[in-house]
């Protein structure tokens, strides 16, 4: 579970965040929802510990996020793992050895047993032979299954994909979509998606979020989203072509 | 103010990279890797400029020396000792701050872009450690390698030149550079080179890692590179020279 409380960010004059105070649950696809510009990135971003809030508290089951915390913040973010809005994939090393990158860092494991977990984890996201290929080699929605892969890589507990299907065709992104729910299933745990795309919301999302002029604007769940009465969430909606 | 926000900035960038490593074993990897790069990637560069430079200053040295009053080992003795405490180290590293500055910054720069380096600190990786540090402990250690080469290659190229010119035989060439040879010259050079090794991969990995936007500003951060490498590696060469000369 992660919870915020009171969660606040400026740059320069601008609040980015305001006052923001919510509960993502464990085992649940929790979705941030909102305009370009409304603060989910940064909200995101701060979730990961990318960039440290001014006011207010990030707490990853019980364990705050605390910058001064330098061994506590990186017992933190080893339990994290994120897909990045470009995938953010090493460009000079190969897929397998993007997603054995994180193993090689963290574990003990023998070279074998890291094949191992690799191709486990390139299974999981439905990808096969493609360990020796670059990142330039492959396609876009191949690029953000390899994320996930290497996301997944270590027994982490939570997992923030950033915008997943931006770029991506509507089957792709369905793909996607569906398997970071498995995913989700599969290993129990916490995931905090960031999207504008309605599709996913209704598709996959368990929670919702919405940000408007980075303040938290409505919370409910997949059912509730349709029969608000939220003025901003609705004009969200109907802007979208759900 | 700027001056100093970004000397600051530089500093506690520096500062960052020295904490624990998550994986010394990698560190050195990467370190070797970097040497590789470094050394073996730039030595045709300095094998071509050593030689040229040495020949050059050969012969324009022997075309100003006209008078019968002074010895023709004279020349070997101002191109050895130019070579030695100058030409080398200094010319050297402002190609290599060209070469290999401008690599590490757009290397790290495009990494920035990529939200590859913000990859690496959600993974809780330490990412200016694991980028940079490699890169400046292999140019300290490699960066003094390249200008030893670029020595001999310099007084060979000096020898040729002045035997095929016919402006002095290989025999004054040597006596000549012995004549004044002392060894604080080289160690002096040495201690320019790996300061400038420092100065280069340092400012480079670091105008790299702060590089914001896109490709353009990858290209501006390579640029900047270059130029506050070479800048610093002036400023330095007459800071050392004032202090231990």
Redesign the interface.
């Known amino acids: 579970m992660i919870e915020l409380k009171s969660v606040s960010k400026t740059f320069g004059d601008k609040e980015v965040l305001q006052e923001i105070s919510t509960v993502f649950e464990t085992g649940k696809i929790n979705l941030v929802i909102g305009a370009s510009g409304s603060g989910k990135s940064v909200l995101m971003r701060a979730l ?3 960039i440290d809030v001014d006011s207010g508290s990030i707490s990853f089951d019980e364990r705050v996020l605390d910058f001064t915390d ?1 061994v506590r ?3 933190i ?2 339990d ?1 793992g ?1 897909l ?3 995938s ?4 000079s090393a190969t897929v397998q050895d993007n997603v054995e ?2 193993l ?3 574990t003990n494991m023998t070279k074998v047993e890291r094949l191992e977990r690799v191709n486990f984890c390139l299974k999981c996201v439905h990808l096969d032979n493609v360990n020796n290929k670059f990142p330039a080699e492959i396609s876009g929605g191949m690029k953000k299954r390899v994320g996930i892969a290497r996301a997944i890589a270590l027994d982490i507990k939570y997992l ?1 994909c950033d915008e997943p299907n931006s770029g991506l065709d509507p089957i792709t992104s369905r793909v996607i979509d569906d398997l970071i729910k498995e995913i989700t299933e599969d290993f129990k745990i916490t995931t905090i998606i960031n999207t504008h795309d309605m599709k996913t919301v209704f598709d996959i999302g368990d929670n919702i979020l919405f940000i408007y002029n980075g303040k938290k604007w409505w919370e409910g769940t997949k059912a509730d989203v349709r029969t608000s009465n939220n003025k901003e969430l609705q004009q969200f909606l109907n802007a979208s072509y759900i | 103010m700027s001056f100093f926000y970004h000397f600051g900035h530089y500093l506690l960038f520096i500062k960052s990279m020295f ?1 624990k490593p ?2 010394f074993r ?1 560190y050195v990897e990467r370190v070797f890797t970097e040497m590789v790069a470094i050394g073996i990637g730039s030595l045709p560069i300095v094998i071509l400029i050593s030689v040229f430079q040495g020949a050059v200053t050969t012969v324009q040295t022997a075309y100003q020396l006209v008078t019968p009053m002074i010895p023709k080992s004279t020349i070997g003795t101002v191109v050895s000792d130019s070579t030695i405490l100058e030409m080398a180290p200094t010319i050297t590293c402002l190609v290599l701050a060209g070469k290999v500055g401008s690599h590490i910054a757009s290397e790290i720069g ?2 920035r872009i ?3 380096i ?2 690496l ?5 330490n990412s200016a450690a694991f980028l940079a540090l490699p890169k400046i402990v292999a140019g300290i250690i490699m960066i003094p390698m390249l200008v030893i080469i670029s020595i001999f290659l310099s007084e060979v190229g000096g020898m040729v030149a002045g035997h095929y010119s016919g402006a002095l035989t290989v025999n004054e060439f040597i006596q000549g550079a012995r004549l004044t040879f002392e060894l604080f010259s080289l160690q002096f050079s040495l201690i320019k080179a790996f300061t400038f090794g420092f100065i280069i991969t340092s400012v480079s990995s670091f105008h790299g890692y702060i590089t914001k936007g896109g490709a353009l500003e990858v290209g501006e951060s390579s640029t900047k590179a270059v130029v506050y490498s070479s800048v610093l590696i002036l400023l330095s060469d007459y800071l050392l020279a004032e202090l231990l000369l």
């Open positions: 990961v510990g990318l330098h913040t990186r017992d973010r080893r994290i994120m990045f809005q470009g953010a994939l090493f460009n990158f994180p090689k860092m963290f923030f | 904490s998550e994986k990698i495009t990494m990529n939200e590859e913000d990859a600190e959600v993974m809780g990786i």
